[in-house]
T-cell receptor, first 112, second 113 residues
């Protein structure tokens, strides 16, 4: 069956550390993978997109990797801050004229 | 900046009422989507539309219908609201097929009593 999983519902880390969130999928072949941030009571906000032929993408303190062999994407936030506390969603983009397929999200809490 | 607006942030309705949720985007996006989000279940796609007057069922269309008479507006209709439709409803839009980055509205928290 087709699945997309974000490995943990919650992740707690200390300020200044690197947060690493995982997104795994089975029986899909996404052309792109996207990451979104969602704050409580608000809609998700797009952060980054990585293509299947890209291994890594960076944006300021954010880094995303995409391994199509492992069927996995890692999302890193370096030098994390309490303001990074939010839920992070990964989404598969199949580029097949279908809608994005979202994971359930990982809630990150960064303590000072 | 893309702006997606939803008609209400909070809504309280009674069982059996017909409920309209409105979504408007201001960036001439072709694609529009309706999701509901519940704790532990994540985002679930209800309906989406790739063009005016077109609609496609998502994963959980039962009990809902949609209308897209104009490109910028996508309405979600609960024909006869039930308590299990209490949820956060999120609207999103994206530029066109093949450019699927989605821009979300602020959400409508619906309570059905």
């Amino acid at each position: 069956s087709q699945k997309i999983e974000q490995n943990s519902e919650a992740l707690n880390i200390q300020e200044g550390k690197t947060a690493t969130l995982t997104c795994n999928y089975t029986n899909y072949s996404p052309a792109y993978l996207q990451w979104y941030r969602q704050d409580p009571g608000r809609g998700p906000v797009f952060l980054l997109l990585i293509r299947e032929n890209e291994k890594e993408k960076r944006k300021e303190r954010l880094k995303v990797t995409f391994d199509t062999t492992l069927k996995q994407s890692l999302f890193h936030i370096t030098a994390s801050q309490p303001a990074d506390s939010a839920t992070y969603l990964c989404a598969l983009d199949l580029q097949a004229g279908t809608a994005l397929i979202f994971g359930k999200g990982t809630t990150l809490s960064v303590s000072s | 900046d893309v702006k997606v607006t939803q008609s209400s942030r909070y809504l309280v309705k009674r069982t059996g009422e017909k409920v309209f949720l409105e979504c408007v985007q201001d960036m001439d996006h072709e694609n529009m989507f309706w999701y509901r989000q519940d704790p532990g279940l994540g985002l679930r796609l209800i309906y989406f539309s790739y063009d005016v007057k077109m609609k496609e069922k998502g994963d959980i269309p039962e009990g809902y219908s949609v209308s897209r008479e104009k490109k910028e507006r996508f309405s979600l209709i609960l024909e006869s609201a039930s308590t299990n439709q209490t949820s956060m409803y999120l609207c999103a839009s994206s530029f066109k097929r093949g450019q699927e980055t989605q821009y979300f509205g602020p959400g409508t928290r619906l309570l059905v009593l």
